[in-house]
C-alpha cells in the first residue's frame, strides 16, 4: 500500500474517486496482475471499513465490479514448462538420488 496506493493515502476517504483508484491501478494491471489484485482488495476492504464508520457514504470506488471494465484486460500466460521426455527419467532419478538438497529428496 504504500507504494503502490502512495498517490491516494493522504486524501481522505470520502474524496477518494474512482478515478484515483484506476489511476493507482492502470500502471500496475498488466505486468503486477496478482499484485494489483491485492492492492485493489486492499483499498477496497479500507474503503468499507470507513463506511462502517461512517466516514464514507455511497458507492464503494474500489469495487471490482465497477473497476473491471476501466482497467486493461489480462490475459493469462500460456508459458508451459516443457515436459521430460520418458526415456531420461531414469537418469534424472538417479541425479535426485545423488543431490544433497531436502527438496531432491522430497521429489
Do not use: C, W
Not at 18 to 41: C, G
Not at 47 to 62: D, F, K, Q, V, Y
Not at 69 to 97: G, K
Amino acid at each position: 500500500m504504500r507504494v503502490y496506493a502512495e498517490p491516494i493515502r493522504t486524501k481522505p476517504v470520502d474524496q477518494i474517486t474512482i478515478a484515483d483508484i484506476v489511476a493507482v491501478l492502470k500502471p500496475i494491471r498488466v505486468v503486477k496482475h496478482d499484485t494489483a489484485t491485492k492492492v485493489r482488495q486492499r483499498i477496497e476492504n479500507i474503503l468499507e471499513s470507513a463506511r462502517s464508520l461512517g466516514h464514507l457514504t455511497g458507492h464503494n470506488p474500489a469495487a471490482n465490479k465497477t473497476l473491471a471494465p476501466l482497467l486493461p484486460q489480462v490475459r493469462p500466460s500460456q508459458n508451459h514448462h516443457a515436459a521430460l521426455p520418458i526415456e531420461e527419467l531414469p537418469d534424472f532419478i538417479q541425479e535426485l538420488h545423488n543431490h544433497p538438497s531436502r527438496s531432491a529428496y522430497m521429489l
